[in-house]
């Protein structure tokens, strides 16, 4: 482990400011850890990239849907 740590809590109130104060970043909670701490994710785009998220997720999932085709096909 380094020299120093940084503890949860610290990282957390960061993470949440850089969303709050940034157009170019999405904070996103998806679970709980086992210390029921929040897990986060923290997404970077262009501002216009975070507000069609679903629709570029649903377009990747369909590229990666073609690609296992073409795949069982070779």
Do not use: C, W
């Amino acid at each position: 482990m380094g020299e120093q740590s940084t503890y949860y809590s610290s990282i957390e109130n960061y993470i949440k400011e850089l969303s709050i104060t940034s157009d170019r970043v999405k904070l996103v909670t998806y679970g709980k850890t086992y210390e029921n701490r929040s897990l986060y994710l923290l997404v970077f785009s262009s501002p216009e990239n975070l507000l069609n998220l679903e629709s570029i997720r649903i377009n990747h999932l369909k590229l990666m849907n073609s690609n296992d085709s073409q795949a069982k096909e070779i």
